[in-house]
């Protein structure tokens, strides 16, 4: 994987994260790793993201990831609430803020939530 790909998709997210701020943001990340923002439908985005579905749908056969903000978070880690969002496995679930990204996941042989800091190894990861 191209640094300049993975430079590019922490980008576009960081400035999504920025304009949506102090809500939460929220995206999908295609096959080829570009992020495309789309708009979060919580009833209390400063707090949790609801996906707006129709981006899933549109995304259904070229989405790689789903993407939220924890705007302010020095240290943006998944929170209880993401735990849920893992039940699709299709999906690489991530959740960022500034310069610190995470891609996390549900392990269901230990029933935990897991996540390490995203790194450009990780988009190779299909």
Do not use: R
Request: negative net charge.
């Amino acid at each position: 994987m191209e640094s300049t790909t993975y430079e590019n998709l922490i980008k576009d997210m960081q400035k999504h994260a920025e304009q949506e701020n102090p809500k939460e943001c929220c995206g999908v990340i295609t096959t080829d790793f570009e992020y495309v923002p789309c708009k979060n439908i919580s009833l209390q985005p400063e707090d949790y993201f609801v996906l707006d579905p129709l981006a899933l749908v549109e995304y259904m056969d070229d989405c790689w990831g789903i993407f939220h903000s924890h705007p302010g978070q020095d240290n943006p880690l998944p929170s209880e609430n993401d735990i849920a969002s893992t039940s699709f496995e299709e999906y690489n679930f991530l959740v960022g803020w500034k310069e610190k990204f995470y891609i996390y996941w549900y392990d269901t042989n230990v029933e935990a939530l897991k996540f390490e800091k995203l790194t450009k190894d990780h988009l190779c990861k299909m």
